[in-house]
């Protein structure tokens, strides 16, 4: 695997910039606890602990599961330059699919759990897809598109599990429970992380290795990089556009699929959504750069922001929506990360030209 | 080795209106312009001819402030002017019409003319006003331009005139042309040179730049060759022929490669038969052209830009669908395929749009090289791709051509103009398609690389490939070509033998087809073939 | 029957002036050549400062300027870094956007001590424009609504017109179609452009403030619920023109209104919530289909990057 450590290999520059992101986010997050009357080091120390202890690491792992795929559900398309900020939707599409197939189909765990994962893949996939056409044949943005039709999938998914699939009698707005043949099977001692992991941490595989070793991923490198040079070549855009949003909607599925086929084992409304693990994704994935192999390490930092913030509320009362601020100032950091290579370029430049 | 029949300059009288005197110019290792004098006389026209690359482009930069020159003065009116930025440029008098025009499409003509230095009531724009001042600059020399016009929506030989009215509107005194007449169609051309001299006869001075011969003896008084970045001649044009001038730009030492022609002809490979494409915003019409390129034979595409040229060539390699008639390969008929596949079917393409079509210009040198060979063994086989073997190929395909880079991993964006259309040819010639199709292969190419790339074409030549060749240069042509069909308005209006091909020859059949049809060129032109 | 007409253009008027003014900033940013879709989050940001500020001062005006001011400050944020550094807009953007949404929830949390929704009793809210009681048609269409409703169309109005008829209007359009053209002509385009961000921003201000102290009086955490990215779409829609941008956020606000009746005879709310952005999805993708037929017709190839965001919002013609 030289290839995959190649990628890994990062040059000391590259590596320098999500380092010094994270450093000054952790730096933003202290004086923000400062702020708030807290020691910013009993803060993180309560952030980590409530995301690493041993009392706490089943349930983190089950959100680094999640915010794993939905770091590859945006940097999939991210390679051929779409931004898919619909994660939200194509989460609770695949979420509601599971939990219907699981509810009104009858059978096995062996037939029932690859239904409910394919089903929830197929769900995500095809909400994704729709906005695949709509930017190529109609040149409404990725972006945009995305985003519009994830607010009408959750409030659908909303409708749907407090009216035709409710639970009826419970408070909560939720789906009954599952049956027991369709719960992913959990790791021995574990109630939480369970066989999605396994699911996620494949379809990263088969990510990263599509990226670095086919032809595939090669055109849609060059469709990222130039749409103009990838029709020349004769590439076709649409078509790469669609499999990349298609795989980007089919793992955000698989996410939600794997939520509600775990503890409590069924589809709570806001449930999938509140917690962010969209935008926790979008924010690992550009910590990653371009960099499919390093999305296990950039969504292990964020679900210890995003998991670890709810124990820092609980612990040191500082609350919990400092971790999404941190995930933010990360973001902004990465943004203007082109402030520093435009800075040692101008020198370079004037260095150059001193010499002429 | 200058061939000078050196003018006197006008000793005496009133100082030029501008002048340089002993400019230098590097760009890195480059010295673009070397110790440069050049007097512009009030109310001439003044042409700065030389090859691409000679230094005219770098010398006008200079006197409209875009490069501040490493040693020499500027003069205006006899006193030394300091440029630091465009703007000093048009405060001290000069204007300049750049190749592609500066021009904000959505806006009309009064606007754009009068944009920030509009005649306004307490901040609110007096429409009236900016559109008599267009009536009245208009007038005076000649042009017929509708100020409410949205400028999108004209002709480019229309939008040169706004760009002239909004210099004149500044109260620009020396204009400098920057290869004006090559986005125009010969009507087009006549009526610039008309309004250049009323705007010479009323005392404004116009520095034409360009390369074309035809043009300088037609239009200016004087004349300065540039070569290599020194002035290799100063004439007027009254008393001077079009060789005296060529022998200048060209020099001696330069043998240029030249098709040998005469050889023999194999079977056509490309045929054309009755194209016919519907003009659109942004896209010209192409009339019933039909053509044939035959084994070993380069056939050549002549004409202005924008005259279906770029629509027929899309149409042979697939990026556009034609309304009707046929392309065939090889007599097999390509209709409804796409790119992919006939690329596959061995048609090679350089595009003429280099940034936006031939290169990426983030991805690597070797990214670059692999597109199109991606999915073919040694770099693909069987649904994998071998990062070793295309950095392999890569290696190997500069090493051949000769690209100048610091390796196969830096970006395309990191080479010279030069180097980054070799790039293109590389990967282009890799396939030894059947069909090579060209557009401007050394358009922004330096001279040297020029001649090594139309090597490489006559190369493809003679191992027995087809070669359409779409070129604005008539040298590049006459050099290249077995056969030259000239474009104009979408149809074929001529088609000449390498042997009858001479410059007068084919600048005139451009012209009288031109004449033929209506004068600013935007309809029916070129009926008879 | 005719009242319940008037009442239901009240309710059109009422939904579309937030989008309206975050949709304005967007359009005038569009103009300036500049990418803003950080619009969610600035309509956020000014949503919220605006409750805070009005239950702190007592005084909802004072909840107005201090959103109007807050928003401005936040903009900057894209001003010097999209604009000024030319970083990626879209990725400062999405930083923008879950930056308001964290620290709003933490502020809300840590200063006012509400988690989810705040609305004490007492909160003053923007009075009605009560005056207009009785005044047939404007009573019935704008006595329910704060002052800032009929704010909003008027700014269409007059941005349009500033856009069009100004000497500043006009250099911000070159500005934003070909910026080499008006540098070389000696408009300082960084500066044109950062100055109109920050309008925007303020703008967004407004908007919000319009959110939460006018057709609501509360705050509750992500409010906007991605009425910013209907402002975004409508911007698109309208090729940054702001006539019609007024037309496109009328048409959500219709769709929104509509729903509100629908489930006054009983559909879920659910179901009605989704209407607007589906509209506007529609609408949006009906309106582009002919821009890029046009785009392909022109230049095959370069129409392949047509569907690229930042170049969906300039109103030009192909070349």
Same mark, same amino acid.
């Given at each position: 695997m030289s290839a995959l450590g190649q990628r890994l290999r990062l040059g000391a520059p590259a590596a320098l910039v999500p380092l010094g992101a994270v450093a000054v986010a952790a730096a933003v997050g202290a004086g923000v606890m400062l702020a708030a009357g807290v020691n910013p080091l009993l803060g993180y120390e309560a952030m980590f602990r409530g995301a690493l202890s041993v009392s706490n690491i089943d349930f983190a792992v089950a959100?680094?599961?999640?915010?794993?795929?939905?770091?590859?559900?945006?940097?999939?398309?991210?390679?051929?330059?779409?931004?898919?900020?619909?994660?939200?939707?194509?989460?609770?599409?695949?979420?509601?699919?599971a939990a219907a197939v699981a509810l009104y189909v009858p059978g096995p765990?062996?037939?029932?759990?690859?239904?409910?994962? +394919?089903?929830?893949?197929?769900?995500?996939?095809?909400?994704?897809?729709?906005?695949?056409?709509?930017?190529?044949?109609?040149?409404?943005?990725?972006?945009?598109?995305?985003?519009?039709?994830?607010?009408?999938?959750?409030?659908?998914?909303?409708?749907? +599990?407090?009216?035709?699939?409710?639970?009826?009698?419970? /408070?909560?707005?939720?789906? /009954?429970?599952?049956?027991?043949?369709?719960?992913? /099977?959990?790791?021995?001692?574990?109630?939480?992380?369970?066989?999605?992991? +396994?699911?996620?941490?494949?379809?990263?595989?088969?990510?990263?290795?599509?990226?670095?070793?086919?032809?595939?991923?090669?055109?849609?490198? +060059?469709?990222?990089?130039?749409?103009?040079?990838?029709a020349y070549g004769g590439l076709s855009v649409p078509r790469l556009t669609l499999g990349t949003l298609a795989a980007a909607g089919a793992v955000a599925g698989l996410a939600g699929a794997v939520i509600v086929m775990s503890q409590p084992f069924r589809f709570i409304d806001d449930a999938l959504t509140a917690p962010g693990y969209t935008f926790a994704g979008v924010a690992a994935a550009l910590l990653a750069g371009g960099r499919p192999a390093l999305l296990p390490v950039t969504a292990a930092l964020f679900t210890i922001l995003s998991v670890g913030s709810a124990g820092m509320e609980r612990d040191v009362d500082v609350p919990r929506q400092l971790g999404q601020v941190?995930?933010?100032?990360?973001?902004?950091?990465?943004?203007?990360?082109?402030?520093?290579t435009r800075w040692i370029a101008a020198r370079a430049r004037r260095a150059a030209g001193g010499r002429a | 080795?200058?061939?000078?029949?050196?003018?006197?300059?006008?000793?005496?009288?009133?100082?030029?209106?501008?002048?340089?005197?002993?400019?230098?110019?590097?760009?890195?290792?480059?010295?673009?312009?070397?110790?440069?004098?050049?007097?512009?006389?009030?109310?001439?026209?003044?042409?700065?001819?030389?090859?691409?690359?000679?230094?005219?482009?770098?010398?006008?930069?200079?006197?409209?402030?875009?490069?501040?020159?490493?040693?020499?003065?500027?003069?205006?009116?006899?006193?030394?002017?300091?440029?630091?930025?465009?703007?000093?440029?048009?405060?001290?008098?000069?204007?300049?019409?750049?190749?592609?025009?500066?021009?904000?499409?959505?806006?009309?003509?009064?606007?754009?003319?009068?944009?920030?230095?509009?005649?306004?009531?307490?901040?609110?724009?007096?429409?009236?006003?900016?559109?008599?001042?267009?009536?009245?600059?208009?007038?005076?020399?000649?042009?017929?331009?509708?100020?409410?016009?949205?400028?999108?929506?004209?002709?480019?030989?229309?939008?040169?005139?706004?760009?002239?009215?909004?210099?004149?509107?500044?109260?620009?005194?020396?204009?400098?042309?920057?290869?004006? =007449?090559?986005?125009?169609?010969?009507?087009?051309?006549?009526?610039?040179?008309?309004?250049?001299?009323?705007?010479?006869?009323?005392?404004?001075?116009?520095?034409l730049v360009t390369h074309k011969v035809r043009e300088v003896l037609e239009v200016t008084d004087r004349v300065t060759?540039?070569?290599?970045?020194?002035? =290799?001649?100063?004439?007027?044009?009254?008393? =001077?022929?079009?060789?005296?001038?060529?022998?200048?730009?060209?020099?001696?030492?330069?043998?240029?490669?030249?098709?040998?022609?005469?050889?023999?002809?194999?079977?056509?490979?490309?045929?054309?038969?009755?194209?016919?494409?519907?003009?659109?915003?942004?896209?010209?019409?192409?009339?019933?052209?039909?053509?044939?390129?035959?084994?070993?034979?380069?056939?050549?595409?002549?004409?202005?830009?924008?005259?279906?040229?770029?629509?027929?060539?899309?149409?042979?390699?697939?990026?556009?669908?034609?309304?009707?008639?046929?392309?065939?390969?090889?007599?097999?008929?390509?209709?409804?395929?796409?790119?992919?596949?006939?690329?596959?079917?061995?048609?090679?393409?350089?595009?003429?749009?280099?940034?936006?079509?031939?290169?990426?210009?983030?991805?690597?040198?070797?990214?670059?090289?692999?597109?199109?060979?991606?999915?073919?063994?040694?770099?693909?086989?069987?649904?994998?791709?071998?990062?070793?073997?295309?950095?392999?190929?890569?290696?190997?395909?500069?090493?051949?051509?000769g690209v100048k880079t610091a390796g196969v991993a830096v970006p395309v964006s990191s080479l010279s103009g030069g180097n980054a259309q070799k790039v293109v040819l590389a990967r282009e010639l890799h396939h030894e398609a059947p069909l090579l199709v060209v557009e401007q292969p050394t358009q922004g190419v330096d001279v040297g690389a020029g001649e090594e790339i139309h090597r490489l074409l006559l190369d493809v030549r003679s191992r027995g490939g087809a070669v359409l060749l779409v070129s604005y240069e008539i040298t590049e042509l006459r050099a290249l070509a077995d056969r030259v069909l000239v474009m104009l308005d979408g149809a074929v209006t001529a088609e000449l033998d390498a042997a009858e091909a001479t410059e007068e020859v084919l600048g005139a059949a451009m012209v009288q087809a031109g004449r033929a049809g209506s004068p600013a060129g935007s309809a029916s032109g070129g009926g008879e073939r | 029957m005719d009242v319940l007409n008037?009442?239901?253009?009240?309710?059109?008027?009422?939904?579309?002036?937030?989008?309206?003014?975050?949709?304005?900033?967007?359009?005038?940013?569009?103009?300036?050549?500049?990418?803003?879709?950080?619009?969610?989050?600035?309509?956020?940001?000014?949503?919220?400062?605006a409750v805070a500020v009005s239950w702190w001062s007592g005084n909802p005006w004072l909840g107005v300027l201090a959103a109007v001011a807050a928003t401005a400050v936040f903009s900057l944020v894209l001003a010097v870094g999209a604009v000024a550094f030319r970083a990626d807009p879209i990725i400062v953007a999405v930083g923008m956007n879950l930056l308001a949404l964290g620290l709003t929830g933490f502020v809300m949390r840590e200063a006012l001590g509400a988690t989810g929704t705040f609305a004490p009793a007492g909160l003053p809210g923007l009075p009605d424009l009560d005056v207009l009681d009785g005044v047939p048609v404007l009573g019935p269409v704008l006595g329910r609504?704060?002052?800032?409703?009929?704010?909003?169309?008027?700014?269409?109005? *007059?941005?349009?017109?500033?856009?069009?008829?100004?000497?500043?209007?006009?250099?911000?359009?070159? *500005?934003?179609?070909?910026?080499?053209?008006?540098?070389?002509?000696?408009?300082?385009?960084?500066?044109?452009?950062?100055?109109?961000?920050?309008?925007?921003?303020?703008?967004?201000?407004?908007?919000?403030?319009?959110?939460?102290?006018?057709?609501?009086?509360?705050f509750t955490e992500n409010m906007t619920a991605g009425r910013g990215w209907v402002a975004v779409a409508a911007v698109m829609l309208a090729v940054s023109r702001p006539l019609w941008v007024l037309g496109a956020c009328l048409l959500f606000g219709a769709a929104e209104a509509w729903g509100f009746r629908l489930q006054g005879i009983g559909l879920p709310q659910q179901l009605t919530d989704a209407a607007p952005y589906l509209v506007t999805l529609v609408v949006l993708v009906l309106s582009r289909i002919r821009v890029r037929r046009r785009l392909r017709a022109a230049d095959p190839v370069a129409a392949e990057s047509a569907a690229h965001p930042e170049t969906a919002l300039h109103p030009e013609e192909p070349r």
């Open positions: 959100g680094f599961t999640a915010i794993l795929a939905m770091s590859l559900a945006f940097a999939i398309p991210a390679r051929m330059g779409e931004y898919n900020l619909g994660g939200d939707g194509q989460l609770v599409a695949g979420g509601i699919a765990a062996a037939l029932l759990l690859p239904l409910c994962v +394919v089903a929830g893949m197929l769900a995500g996939g095809t909400l994704a897809s729709v906005s695949a056409p709509l930017s190529t044949r109609a040149g409404v943005p990725v972006i945009i598109s995305t985003l519009l039709l994830s607010t009408p999938a959750v409030a659908l998914t909303s409708y749907l +599990v407090r009216f035709p699939m409710a639970q009826e009698g419970s /408070p909560v707005p939720q789906t /009954p429970r599952l049956p027991d043949a369709a719960h992913l /099977p959990a790791f021995p001692g574990m109630s939480y992380t369970n066989a999605g992991l +396994v699911l996620v941490l494949a379809v990263l595989l088969v990510t990263v290795y599509v990226d670095a070793r086919t032809p595939v991923g090669y055109e849609v490198r +060059v469709a990222g990089a130039n749409r103009g040079f990838a941190l995930q933010a100032v990360v973001i902004l950091v990465l943004a203007l990360r082109v402030l520093a | 080795m200058t061939g000078s029949t050196a003018v006197g300059s006008a000793a005496g009288g009133a100082p030029p209106a501008a002048e340089l005197r002993g400019i230098t110019k590097r760009f890195g290792p480059v010295l673009a312009v070397d110790g440069v004098d050049l007097a512009l006389e009030r109310g001439t026209v003044h042409a700065v001819v030389g090859e691409n690359g000679a230094g005219k482009s770098t010398l006008m930069s200079v006197l409209y402030g875009l490069h501040r020159p490493d040693a020499g003065q500027v003069l205006r009116d006899g006193r030394e002017v300091r440029l630091g930025s465009p703007l000093d440029a048009i405060a001290a008098g000069l204007g300049m019409v750049h190749q592609h025009f500066r021009l904000f499409g959505s806006l009309t003509v009064a606007e754009n003319v009068v944009y920030r230095a509009e005649p306004a009531r307490f901040g609110v724009l007096d429409r009236r006003a900016a559109q008599e001042r267009v009536a009245e600059l208009s007038a005076r020399i000649g042009l017929d331009v509708d100020p409410t016009a949205r400028v999108d929506t004209l002709p480019l030989g229309v939008r040169q005139r706004v760009e002239i009215l909004k210099a004149l509107h500044r109260r620009a005194e020396v204009l400098i042309l920057d290869e004006p =007449t090559a986005v125009l169609t010969p009507g087009e051309v006549d009526s610039l040179f008309v309004v250049v001299r009323r705007m010479a006869e009323q005392g404004t001075t116009v520095a060759v540039l070569r290599d970045g020194v002035v =290799t001649a100063r004439l007027t044009t009254a008393q =001077t022929t079009a060789g005296e001038i060529v022998e200048a730009m060209i020099g001696r030492g330069l043998v240029p490669a030249v098709n040998p022609r005469g050889a023999v002809r194999g079977d056509p490979v490309l045929e054309v038969d009755g194209l016919r494409m519907p003009a659109a915003p942004g896209a010209s019409r192409v009339q019933d052209v039909s053509l044939r390129v035959s084994a070993g034979e380069v056939v050549g595409i002549a004409g202005v830009s924008g005259n279906g040229q770029r629509e027929l060539v899309e149409a042979v390699v697939g990026l556009r669908r034609p309304e009707s008639g046929g392309v065939r390969l090889h007599g097999r008929d390509l209709a409804g395929l796409g790119v992919r596949e006939r690329r596959r079917l061995g048609i090679a393409y350089v595009p003429e749009d280099r940034q936006g079509m031939g290169t990426a210009a983030s991805l690597s040198v070797a990214d670059n090289l692999a597109l199109g060979h991606h999915r073919t063994p040694p770099i693909g086989r069987r649904g994998r791709l071998s990062p070793r073997a295309l950095r392999a190929q890569a290696a190997e395909l500069v090493r051949r051509l | 008037l009442a239901f253009v009240a309710a059109v008027l009422t939904s579309a002036a937030p989008v309206l003014y975050a949709a304005l900033g967007g359009a005038l940013c569009g103009r300036a050549g500049v990418f803003n879709i950080a619009l969610e989050g600035q309509l956020l940001w000014g949503a919220f400062t609504a704060t002052v800032l409703v009929p704010l909003a169309l008027v700014l269409a109005v *007059v941005l349009s017109l500033w856009l069009a008829r100004t000497s500043i209007g006009l250099r911000l359009r070159g *500005v934003g179609e070909h910026p080499e053209a008006a540098t070389s002509l000696g408009v300082p385009v960084t500066r044109y452009q950062m100055a109109t961000v920050v309008v925007a921003g303020a703008l967004c201000g407004l908007g919000g403030a319009q959110l939460s102290l006018g057709t609501v009086t509360a």
